[in-house]
């Protein structure tokens, strides 16, 4: 079979996520939408003269940032990601805060990426917004924050 020239192999389809946590939460399930993935420097703008005598604005790297991690998916009887995030509602963060991996995974359920995020927290947890008139599901949604996050695979 003949292959498109250039093209070693095709780009990842990201058709669900689950989420891995150690310690004792447990939060179990599929999520269908994941944002937030990625980290960012403030930039700092620095006035110097060159050896010309000319004003230049030197542009370096300043704090680093990492994104809120937001996962969504259908509603369901699990009631992991509430358990979490009680845990800091009451101030428990020893508890709460927990090394945790996203995984994305293909259509076959495979594994294909993972996301390790290092001291994580559920900064937000909300539930569906019902409407009589809808036939869409009940989705929830959380979002993690984070002090580090690195691509392992």
């Known amino acids: ?25 447990d939060v179990t399930g599929y999520f269908v939408e994941c944002s937030g993935i990625g980290s960012e420097h403030e930039v700092v703008e620095h006035k110097v003269v060159d050896d010309q005598g000319r004003a230049v604005v030197q542009k370096i790297p300043g704090r680093l940032k990492w994104e809120d991690v ?5 509603i369901t009887d699990n009631l992991g990601i509430w358990d979490w995030r009680q845990a800091v509602e009451e101030g428990q963060m020893d508890q709460a ?12 359920g495979q594994d294909v990426a993972r996301w ?3 001291n994580a927290w559920p900064s937000k947890v909300s539930g569906p917004t019902p409407k009589s008139d809808s036939n ?17 695979s």
């Open 136 to 152: 869409e599901y009940g989705v929830e949604e959380m979002t993690i924050v984070h002090e580090g996050m690195e691509r392992t």
């Open 116 to 118: 390790d995020l290092v």
């Open 1 to 25: 079979m003949a292959t498109p020239a250039g093209r070693d192999s095709d780009p990842l389809v990201g058709y669900q996520f689950r989420i891995e946590i150690d310690g004792p939460v």
């Open 97 to 108: 805060r927990a090394n945790c991996s996203v995984v994305m995974m293909d259509t076959n």
């Open 70 to 74: 937001t996962l969504k998916r259908g």
